[in-house]
T-cell receptor
Framework: NAGVMQNPRHLVRRRGQEARLRCSPMKGHSHVYWYRQLPEEGLKFMVY????????ESGMPKERFSAEFPKEGPSILRIQQVVRGDSAAYFC????????????????FGPGTRLLVL | KQEVTQIPAALSVPEGENLVLNCSFT??????LQWFRQDPGKGLTSLLLIQSSQREQTSGRLNASLDKSSGRSTLYIAASQPGDSATYLC?????????FGGGTRVLVKP
């Protein structure tokens, strides 16, 4: 059973470009979470998605950031018009939680995508 | 708003010594407390998950305790090895998200 897959592992963008980060959850997991780890800071929650639905985006910046988890294919975190402050490690996690409600299952993390904005 | 703190931020011990890592959280209304390990440039590996109704969990040389009333969790690693060198993160789960502490960076010297 493959773990959570993220690609690319490293991404370099110039200011103003778009960044697309992909996450394939573990097999059988239908819940995806994105976290951001800024340099010298802890991980911060960004967004929680189920298939075709955004459940909680309270940690997502209001502008330039968007996330989706389509019926088919990976979850995508999209950052438009990147700025230097977006440079960070972006981690995706998935869980097998099947009932609505709170986080009671372990979240399994991918290796992360390290975004560098020049 | 949940805040999670880990002290110390860094710890260096000789091989064979037991490790004690501390985690405190401000909101006792958590559903579980998780401990993770992060190696440089890598993702997070889940070590232990303690449900809010439990007081401790054990896995091999690792033991984690949870005291909701005092807002504390402790991770014990017995007989440390150089391979235990990593950053250890605790995270409190509530609602749909994990709230992470800043981590404790551990170095076990051979």
């Amino acid at each position: 059973n493959a773990g959570v897959m993220q690609n690319p592992r490293h991404l370099v963008r110039r200011r103003g470009q778009e960044a697309r980060l992909r996450c394939s959850p573990m097999k059988g997991h239908s819940h995806v979470y994105w976290y951001r780890q800024l340099p010298e800071e802890g991980l911060k929650f960004m967004v929680y998605l189920q298939k075709e639905n955004i459940i909680d985006e309270s940690g997502m910046p209001k502008e330039r950031f968007s996330a989706e988890f389509p019926k088919e294919g990976p979850s995508i975190l999209r950052i438009q018009q990147v700025v230097r402050g977006d440079s960070a490690a972006y981690f995706c996690a998935s869980s097998p939680r099947t009932s609505g409600g709170d986080v009671q299952e372990t979240q399994y993390f991918g290796p992360g995508t390290r975004l560098l904005v020049l | 708003k949940q805040e999670v703190t880990q002290i110390p931020a860094a710890l260096s011990v000789p091989e064979g010594e037991n490790l004690v890592l501390n985690c405190s959280f401000t909101d006792s209304a958590i559903y579980n407390l998780q401990w993770f390990r992060q190696d440089p440039g890598k993702g997070l590996t889940s070590l232990l998950l303690i449900q809010s109704s439990q007081r401790e969990q054990t896995s091999g040389r690792l033991n984690a305790s949870l005291d909701k009333s005092s807002g504390r969790s402790t991770l014990y690693i017995a007989a440390s090895q150089p391979g235990d060198s990593a950053t250890y993160l605790c995270a409190g789960a509530a609602g749909n998200k994990l709230t992470f502490g800043g981590g404790t960076r551990v170095l076990v010297k051979p």
